[in-house]
């Protein structure tokens, strides 16, 4: 069993103003994308001002569709009662799969801007997303939210106020798999030339197998539960569709050698 670490959520403290470590991971995220995009691009004939505005436009797609995902996949009951609660962002709440939507949306909307195709657009963006994904997963782990399940084996942790049953920390399975090991393997297969789609392909398969395959230790939302069979979580149910999307991407893909 290992030690909980028990970090200090806010990272440094001004006065009345208090920096969190979890929006310091968001900074982490954006500006790991910012430095790899700006490695990438004169391989693939981008320009440094591209590279700006592409991070520019997909750190608003993740603030906003985040936010509005979570309010409308995991709280919408609030919302319906009292739609200015998309507001309260100091009360917290992100979705990952919201961000994505709202990050899909930005693409298309800077690629109508600088003449990219979509595609060409979130082949390029797709390795870059993961430093993100490690890092907010981090931050959720230091926030000491979305913990697993009670477990016996070696990585389970006491978390002070969970009782005393070592959990899951689901958060760090998370900031592993969804984050450096997709992020090595999208790294690598990107590196040499590929059919269009096929790296969004291999992104929307690799994210959702590993989100799945975690989420089977990961505790459900309490005021969700599981919503399918006893044990399928709105994760799982969001993800489903992602692992379609990139089988047929990348079968599209293949198609086009």
Not at 54 to 66: D, Q
Not at 69 to 95: D, H, R, T
Not at 156 to 174: A, F, K, N
Request: glycine share 14%.
């Amino acid at each position: 069993m290992l030690t909980y670490p028990n970090i200090d959520p806010v990272a440094l403290s001004l006065g009345s103003i208090k920096i969190h470590w979890y929006g310091l991971m968001y900074l982490v995220g954006f500006v790991g994308a910012w430095l790899l995009g700006r490695f990438r691009a004169k391989k693939n004939g981008w320009t440094a001002e591209e590279i700006d505005d592409l991070i520019f436009y997909a750190a608003m797609g993740v603030v906003l569709g985040g936010r509005i995902g979570y309010v409308l996949f995991y709280n919408f009951p609030a919302f319906a009662e009292n739609p200015l609660v998309l507001l309260k962002i100091w009360q917290g709440g992100m979705s990952f799969h919201g961000g994505l939507l709202g990050v899909l949306i930005a693409m298309h909307l800077f690629g109508k801007k600088h003449k990219h195709g979509f595609f060409e657009v979130t082949d390029f963006i797709a390795p870059l997303v993961p430093i993100g994904l490690a890092a907010g997963r981090i931050g959720n782990f230091i926030n000491g939210e979305l913990w697993g399940k009670p477990t016996d084996f070696a990585l389970g942790m006491v978390v002070p106020g969970l009782g005393d049953i070592p959990r899951h920390p689901s958060q760090l399975y998370e900031s592993a798999l969804e984050g450096f090991a997709l992020f090595f393997i999208l790294w690598f297969y990107s590196s040499k030339p590929r059919a269009t789609m096929s790296v969004s392909g291999l992104f929307l398969l690799g994210y959702g197998a590993f989100r799945f395959a975690v989420e089977f230790v990961r505790l459900p939302d309490a005021h969700l539960g599981y919503l399918a069979f006893g044990w399928l979580t709105m994760g799982q149910i969001l993800t489903l569709p992602m692992l379609i999307l990139g089988a047929v991407l990348m079968f599209k893909a293949k198609q086009k050698g």
